[in-house]
């Protein structure tokens, strides 16, 4: 069994096809997927989502993208959704700087509470980071400083620097179909540096579907393309690989029932 850790069902990719692509998720290998809520107004659409099949779970947080316009100011206004049955990580937040769609100091306030939240509560932490490593790193260790916190760097496309520090603080890493693209040998170049035990895969579907599919609208059925190459990236069986990574996240997403 495989686990789609990081899509996008509420996007309008998929609207009035949600159980036509868990079935075809299910004929794929993945058992579990996990779809992402990047404002907290959208967050009852997004559970509905949940309930519409067993498989899926969600997390919640605000998208740095979002952080100007409805970054988290007030860490009570998500605490209150993390004892949802489903609710079983915060997130995705984090820093962008390279669109700058939001201010960079409310970003990082955003951020700093979705961390809190997750100190407090032991959901995972789902972390967005594009062209802001150093501050990205910068504020993880500052924080782990006050109390750890589980966590995962998802859709990883960074340098070694950032993939030791994330080891270091005890953070999983999500591989997404970015790795699988012929332009992108360095990053298999650091992938292939991270524990077995510490790798997550991930579609972030509607994007990035993986090669043979890129271009496409991508979907969590196509999650068993990235497993595979990076299987064969780190030398070892396909369904090893599968049973490694499906265990990697029950161990961070201790909420979703094996």
Known sequence: MLIDSHCHLDFPQFNGQIEQVVKRAKAAG????VTICTRLDRFSEVESITTQCPEIFMAAGVHPHEAGEVGLKDKNSLLVLCDRPKMVGVGETGLDFFYERS???????????????CRQTQL????????AEADTIRILQDEALAGSF?????????????RDAA?????FISISGIATFNKSQQLRETIS????????VETDAPYLAPTPHRGKTNEPAYVAHTAEAIAQLLSVEKTFFEDQTTDNFHRLFTKVPR
């Open 124 to 131: 995972p932490l789902i972390v967005h980071t594009r062209e």
């Open 103 to 117: 201010p960079k100091l409310e970003q990082e306030e955003s951020f700093r509470n979705h961390i809190h939240v």
């Open 193 to 200: 540096g991270i524990p077995l035990d510490r790798i997550l």
């Open 150 to 162: 589980p966590g995962v760097i998802h859709c990883f496309t960074g340098t070694a620097t950032l």
């Open 167 to 171: 080891l270091e603080l005890g953070f």
């Open 30 to 33: 993945i058992g579990k997927i």
